[in-house]
């Protein structure tokens, strides 16, 4: 049973708001969503805690049976969109380039990202070829 509701919830994720956006227990709750896909969330809270307890999580990638783990850097967040798009897109150019998934690897694409949020837009928030070099 739960894996057909998991199933039709990744085939049509509903947004989801969650109060206490700022407690542990609920950033693990939407952590777990997002990653599987399940819905879309709007978090309820003082929206620099949210964020600082978020960075301060930071991010957990597992290839090959080992983990690597990583702090977002902090920036001032104006705009979140396309910051996934911008993750991605640094990962796989990362790949493209055969360089090899390690934390360095995930601390430079995490750092791209980041610097995406510090504008408005998505695809004009992405960061400029001189601002990646100056990351790498």
């Given amino acids: 049973v739960l894996e057909k509701r998991t199933e ?4 049509n994720p ?3 708001v969650l109060p ?3 407690e542990e227990r609920t950033l693990e709750a939407a952590n777990i969503l997002l990653r599987d896909q399940l819905a879309k969330l709007i978090l309820i809270g003082p929206k620099q805690r949210i964020e600082d307890m978020a960075r301060e999580k930071g991010y957990e990638y597992i290839f090959n ?8 850097p902090k920036v001032n967040v104006v705009d979140t969109t396309g910051a996934g798009d911008c993750f991605v897109g640094a990962f796989v150019s990362m790949l493209a380039k055969e360089k090899d998934i390690n934390k360095e690897t995930l601390d430079i694409v995490t750092k791209i990202a ?5 504008r408005p837009g998505s695809s004009v928030s992405s960061p400029s070829s001189d601002e990646v070099k100056d990351i790498l």
């Fill in 14 to 16: 509903q947004r989801i």
């Fill in 65 to 72: 049976k080992e983990t690597f783990k990583g702090e977002a």
């Fill in 114 to 118: 980041s610097l995406s949020t510090t």
């Fill in 20 to 22: 206490e956006g700022d």
């Fill in 8 to 11: 039709r919830a990744r085939k």
